[in-house]
């Protein structure tokens, strides 16, 4: 059975202080609250992973992750945090991306795919994000943009390594305006994901790799959206930034 995976990505939101109450609250919470064995990950900002890493030592399901990591392994790029920095602070999986970074960092294709590399490279699993925009969505172009951006940031991993990609299905037109996709119609893309990836490296691995959705998840909308065959779990904004919103969504999965 594939691993089903709660991300709450925390983008520019906390301080220090902020975050580590979030997460005392919310890993306490889940601990006595949810009986299910989804794996549950904080992604706070770089400056939070270590502090958060520790406190989560004793929880077994509980995991950090990071927001983006540079494509470099060390070097002169002020301001960059390399892969083997992330895993020396206990983190095990990355965004990598994410549409916002799309958008306003210009990070493209062919840079993403170096990016995975640097994370397998220090056994950092990447959650990869995809999605079109509401534009290429009205002109039906999603399935060729999203089918673009799996196979030029993935498709030249081995089978074995593809195993250790997490893929978030993202549309950019649901991420934090509060409009989610309908079940179906995430459903549809993400068995699509599911079957691009199927022709690539045959169904046997295919089916193991976890699809995660995001766009405005909320504990209203989470269970129907989990229901789907192929919706593996979640990459949460800002509904993971209160413990008890967190909480809820993690408890609507089985
Ligand atoms: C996200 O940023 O990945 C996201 C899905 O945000 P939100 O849940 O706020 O739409």
Redo the contacts with the bound molecule.
């Keep these: 059975m594939r691993k089903k995976i709660i991300a709450g990505?925390w983008?520019m939101n906390k301080n220090l202080e902020e975050g580590l109450a979030l997460v005392s609250e919310a890993s306490n919470m889940i601990k006595d609250e949810y009986n299910g064995n989804a794996k549950i990950v904080f992604i706070p900002p770089f400056i939070h992973l270590n502090a958060i890493a520790k406190m989560l030592e004793s929880y077994p399901n509980q995991f950090v992750g990071a927001q983006n990591c540079s494509n470099h392994e060390s070097g002169a790029y002020t301001g960059e945090i390399s892969t083997t920095m992330i895993k020396s602070c206990g983190v095990n999986y990355v965004v990598i991306g994410?549409s916002?970074r799309r958008q306003y960092f210009n990070e493209h294709n062919q840079w993403l795919a170096q990016k995975i590399d640097a994370c397998l490279k220090h056994q950092l699993s990447p959650i990869y994000?995809c999605g079109e925009t509401l534009e290429e969505r009205e002109a039906n172009k999603h399935f060729e943009v999203i089918e673009k951006q799996i196979g030029e940031a993935l498709f030249h991993l081995h089978a074995d390594a593809m195993l250790q990609v997490v893929v978030?299905y993202?549309p950019v037109w649901?991420?934090?305006?509060g409009k989610t996709a309908s079940t179906a119609q995430a459903q549809e893309v993400h068995a699509f994901i599911r079957g691009i990836i199927a022709n690539k490296y045959g169904k046997e691995v295919a089916d193991q790799i976890t699809i995660q959705y995001?766009?405005?998840?909320k504990p209203e909308n989470a269970a129907e959206l989990f229901s789907a065959p192929d919706i593996d779990g979640a990459?949460?904004?800002?509904?993971?930034l209160q413990s008890r919103s967190f909480t809820d969504i993690v408890k609507a999965m089985e």
């Design positions: 990505n983008k994410h916002e994000c978030a993202e649901a991420i934090g305006t995001g766009g405005s998840v990459l949460i904004g800002g509904a993971a």
